[in-house]
């Protein structure tokens, strides 16, 4: 069967193998699969379907089809950087969470992030960023690559979605990606918050949120690197800028995570 490099997949690489991806199993995949069939069983349609392994030990999983920013060079095109784009994506977050509060996983399951289940978490994607998703004629169809997917707090999950889409990333990244006015960002902030149904009035769980995972995310990478993973190498001027971006997101002043009357 004739395969075809999919595009991004810059940590763990994906193939289209007829109608379905092909991707090198990890350590935690097999959980994820768990999640996906969950997610499956609830009738959520904005996730692939997991479909078991092939004989390479390849995960497989359905194809969502679709747009995705892959490689595609900067400026991000309009209809990504819209507000019904932000509508949507927060629409899809609660959609997600609401359905995984309920999942329970088995007592040997294996996550991405080492954190363990316990009572009041749910299932987040962890990187429901904008190199992740797929769109149709204007229409969010969903996520794809799910290996980060782990017990979460709503406030994580939100904080790297939050981080990449309004954007609140350093300019050396929201710049290029076509997002000239800082001063729009606080509007975007509340209302992908908004569309999310979180609750109005002080919103700094989301910028301490913020925080830790970028804390989090810059100090994965750096460990890897020198542990010598060509891949994290490439990464490391991405830690960079993240680590950046998080120090301007500290300084964002008191009034930014307040929610607006007319937000």
Known sequence: MTEQR?????????VLAGDEVRRPAQPWTATVHTVLRHLEEAGFDGAPRA???????????????GKTLGDTPPPWPDWLRSDEALR???????????????FRPDDDAIWFTGRAWQPGLLIGHLDASPWNAVWAGGDLVGF???????????EDDLAFSTLTWVPLLTAEVSVPAGFEDPD???????????????????????????LGRVER???????????????????????ALLEQSGTEVAALPTEFWLRPPTA
């Open 6 to 14: 999919l595009p991004g997949g810059r940590v763990f690489g994906a």
């Open 51 to 65: 479909r078991g392994f092939d004989d390479q030990g390849r995960e497989r999983l359905t194809y969502l089809a």
């Open 88 to 102: 949507q994506v927060g629409g899809w977050l609660r959609r997600l969470h609401d359905a995984t509060g309920t």
């Open 144 to 154: 794809i690559d799910w290996d980060t997917a782990s017990p979460s707090r709503r």
């Open 184 to 210: 729009d960002r606080r509007r975007r902030f509340h209302l992908l918050l908004d569309a999310y149904g979180y609750p109005a009035g002080d919103r700094t769980a989301i910028r301490d949120a913020i």
């Open 217 to 239: 995310n810059v100090a994965v990478i750096r460990q890897l690197a020198e542990g010598g993973e060509p891949t994290f190498r490439h990464l490391l001027s991405w830690a």
